[in-house]
């Protein structure tokens, strides 16, 4: 074969592969769109023996080309493509990948009430682990994907994918043992992370490895909720909270907007509109059956009744328009129908009691009562129905 072809095959086949490592786990255009973790996970484990066998394809024929005699233009084209090639390198492997965009703290500094600058109005992820609260910035973990931390003695992993607004939290634990992850791109739009041992890759809005050894396993997860901090602290006043690490203050300037909707990115932009792609819903799984609600329309009516999969649900929008909550309405085998009375009290039809937003009733008949927590999360649509093809829509 003509070397001249011998070599520019091989650059070519060199510079897509560098591209396809990353193209089908970042979010570019139309990457994100089809099923293609498979062949991603290939090119992944893969792309060592690809670029030995294609540099020395290429370093054969370029030794042949720049010795012969004459043909300055066959040299000057060698050159030429190996800096394009070069810089494709460089491009696709220090600067797009995930991991080297988003980084975990340096350090995880959680302080009590007394002692945090984190303002009440933060929106929070909470989470409670052996009667130990905690409260996670969205802010913060919304660039760094991921926080490592300690909980009731046990470790955690608090995740947020920033495209998708799915905040979940992990037991970072794998055939029971400790396990180390790191960011590694995106599969449908959602943050996709590898653990150390297998690299096997796990998706966020789960905790399931849909690539590698260990696919088709779970992490273990935990129960969060997403409010403001001073809703989270009113519930929990021992509660720690994270504070910045002031690495990254540049970085966390920028997803200040975000956690109200006002950030401007195709990825990350809320849309104001009611069942778009990138609005916002609260989605509710519960036995097995899931469901979508329009946060425009819960906003609205504050108070919000249906029943899933069997269960009476409430959800309550608080008066900030930030926090929400979703409980089950029925206590001691009656099924309550609530009505708004003031700002973040609600009262049931059924006794004339007056709930709060933690709902807990506060004064009437069932005073002491405790609603039932039922799991939600406030999320993209387009995230919620990629991820439960199966929900249905509140309407």
Not at 333 to 351: A, C, K, M, N, Y
Request: net charge positive; with cysteine; glycine share 6%.
């Amino acid at each position: 074969m003509n070397r001249l072809l011998l070599f520019v095959i091989g650059i070519l086949l060199l510079t897509a592969a560098e591209i396809a490592k990353v193209y089908f786990i970042m979010p570019m255009p139309g990457s994100q769109e089809a099923d293609t973790i498979e062949l991603a996970y290939w090119i992944h484990q893969n792309i060592w023996i690809i670029r030995v066998l294609g540099w020395l394809l290429v370093g054969y024929a370029a030794f042949r080309l720049l010795t012969a005699p004459k043909r300055r233009w066959h040299k000057a084209l060698v050159v030429g493509l190996g800096l394009v090639y070069g810089a494709v390198f460089y491009l696709f492997n220090f600067r797009l990948l995930a991991e080297k965009m988003f980084y975990q703290p340096r350090e995880t500094v959680m302080l009590d009430l007394k002692a945090s600058k984190i303002p009440a109005d933060k929106v929070v992820l909470g989470v409670v682990v052996n009667g130990q609260a905690r409260a996670y910035p969205i802010q913060f973990i919304g660039y760094h994907h991921q926080v490592r931390d300690t909980v009731g003695g046990e470790p955690l992993m608090i995740t947020y994918c920033t495209v998708c607004r799915t905040g979940r939290v992990f037991r970072p634990l794998v055939a029971s043992k400790p396990e180390e992850f790191r960011l590694v791109g995106m599969d449908h739009f959602n943050a996709m992370f590898e653990d150390k041992t297998t690299g096997s890759w796990w998706r966020q809005v789960s905790g399931e490895a849909i690539a590698g050894p260990l696919k088709g396993q779970f992490l273990p997860s935990l129960p969060a909720e997403q409010m403001t901090l001073q809703a989270w602290t009113e519930r929990h006043p021992e509660t720690l909270v994270l504070q910045p690490d002031s690495t990254f203050k540049e970085q966390y300037a920028n997803m200040q907007p975000y956690e109200r909707g006002k950030t401007k990115g195709p990825l990350t932009r809320r849309d104001s509109l009611s069942w778009k792609p990138k609005s916002w819903v609260v989605g509710v799984e519960h036995n097995q059956v899931a469901r979508a609600y329009d946060w425009n329309q819960l906003v609205k009516q504050k108070v919000t009744h249906d029943t899933l999969a069997g269960t009476p649900l409430v959800v309550m929008v608080a008066a900030d328009s930030v926090s929400f909550h979703v409980w089950n309405r029925t206590v001691d085998g009656r099924i309550l129908h609530f009505v708004p009375v003031s700002p973040d009290v609600v009262q049931d039809q059924e006794t004339g009691s007056h709930w709060n937003r933690q709902g807990i009733c506060a004064e009437g008949v069932l005073k002491g009562k405790r609603l039932e927590v039922i799991p939600a999360s406030q999320e993209y649509l387009h995230s919620w129905e990629t991820f439960h093809p199966a929900t249905t829509r509140f309407l």
